[in-house]
């Protein structure tokens, strides 16, 4: 019998032949911090690192500190809610921005509805768009693998079977309208639902605007150890808006995230899912990695406060029976999931809530960045959260997969894996000798 030291260094082998086996032929455009944030004073009661500087302590739940509207973050500083920015173009935070990314990495797709201001919805099929999907517009196709070699695929799934990779959207959740009824509703109420069920993570991709009305809110989600991850400042469909509106977008979510959470996240999400290569490429240059879903609840279209009837509009039962599939189907596939919710309304907290301990009993339940190995998902490398023993298991090559067991891999770092179309024989020996390697570590120790 081998003794321990050797055996690790035999498992430090595997895995360095792992992280070797699964080197990328090409590599993605380089990215880098946004260095163009105003510099923010740090925040009061708001963490500057994870763990937290004493891990024993609980971490904070119950009603929220109270705060003078506009003591933390003053709606003078940023554009209209709710809206993209009317005058990206002559907007001097966004003209110095515009000149810093290389558009000669920004295909020039076409903006793909030509009067989305008023909707603020999904866009319709553009009856004109080639049929060949030429800018891997979701959208059009679910397409979540540019035709451009120099952006990575967008995150789409746990690669690790039996996983369940938990994303909210929207937040945080405050009511425009409070009543008794809905009240119990706002945050913190999940947030301490989560702590309550076994000290739950999850990534909360929020609307940066809302930020603005609940940056308290905010704050207890980003304290309680989840990950935030941007999902734009007025939630419109990113393709129909214009490389500068694009730019503002992000710029304003990562201007808030910074100015209230002190952090910049390197995740964000399309809202309606609506990218293309365009959008990706740009929110690449602004240090953003695209991440999406396998598994859509279609939560948001429960009627509740917040949120009226439409023509769409789902009942609870047709949502439950749409979770209760995923939740029996999911297990012993190839892959874990990625699933859309939301803390949209109280409608989406009450199914949230409700689903949350099947799940956990079932499905190793993390956030989405963590089962893709991503323990960094900030540009602030004081945070470090726990990717709670991932294993790097690349299926298709279309999602992220690190082979460091330690820190995992930044999201939008030096890419480990190169895509669908290419080395997909050198990522399955990688998935294989990750999986010795630990079966290794984990037999030893
Ligand atoms: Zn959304």
Redesign the pocket.
């Known amino acids: 019998m081998i003794n321990l030291h050797s055996a690790i260094a035999l498992a430090a082998v595997f895995l360095s032949m792992a992280n070797a086996a699964a080197t990328p032929t090409s590599s993605y455009l380089p990215q880098s911090s946004p260095t163009y944030l105003p510099k923010f004073p740090a925040q009061a009661g708001v963490i500057t690192q994870w763990p937290p500087a004493d891990p024993s302590a609980p971490l904070p739940s119950g009603a929220l500190p109270s705060s003078v509207p506009g003591s933390i973050v003053s709606q003078t500083e940023y554009p209209p809610a709710n809206l993209p920015v009317a005058n990206a173009e002559t907007d001097p935070n966004i003209i110095p921005i515009m000149k810093l990314i290389d558009w000669n990495y920004v295909p020039n797709a076409t903006v793909t509805y030509p009067t989305p201001v008023s909707s603020g919805l999904s866009p319709s099929m553009d009856p004109s768009y080639p049929a060949d999907d030429p800018y891997c517009w979701w959208t059009y196709n679910q397409c979540d693998t540019p035709k451009i070699s120099y952006i990575p695929p967008d995150i789409t799934i746990c690669p690790e079977p039996d996983t369940w990779g938990l994303t909210y959207?929207?937040g945080p959740l405050y009511f425009t309208t409070p009543t008794p009824e809905n009240a119990v509703y706002a945050e913190p109420n999940f947030y301490d639902f989560l702590l309550n069920h076994n000290n739950q993570k999850a990534n909360l991709?929020y609307?940066a605007s809302k930020i603005l009305y609940a940056p308290v809110a905010a704050q207890r989600g980003l304290n309680d150890g989840h990950t935030i991850c941007v999902?734009?400042w007025s939630?419109f469909s990113m393709t129909t808006l214009t490389n500068a509106q694009v730019v503002a977008e992000f710029y304003y979510s990562l201007r808030m995230i910074k100015q209230v959470l002190g952090i910049t996240p390197k995740c964000w999400?399309p809202?309606?899912g609506d990218v293309d290569d365009r959008v990706r490429a740009i929110a690449w240059q602004m240090g953003l990695r695209t991440i999406v879903w396998d598994q859509d609840t279609d939560d948001?279209q429960i009627i509740g406060d917040q949120v009226a009837p439409t023509a769409s509009s789902i009942t609870y039962a047709t949502a439950n029976k749409t979770m209760a599939g995923y939740v029996a189907n999911g297990q012993g596939g190839p892959h874990g999931h990625i699933t859309l919710e939301?803390e949209?309304s109280n409608a989406t907290i009450i199914l949230a809530e409700s689903w949350l301990p099947t799940i956990q009993k079932l499905y190793k339940t993390m956030p989405a960045t963590a089962c893709n190995n991503i323990a960094q998902p900030y540009w602030e490398e004081s945070f470090v959260y726990d990717i709670q023993g991932t294993v790097a298991v690349s299926t298709n090559g279309s999602t992220v997969g690190g082979g460091s067991s330690t820190t995992g891999s930044p999201a939008g770092s030096t890419p480990s894996i190169s895509g669908k179309n290419s080395g997909a024989n050198l990522q399955a020996m990688g998935s294989i000798m990750t999986l010795v390697a630990a079966a290794v570590l984990a037999a030893l120790l």
């Open positions: 959207d929207d991709f609307i999902h734009t939630h999400r809202p309606y948001w939301h949209l």
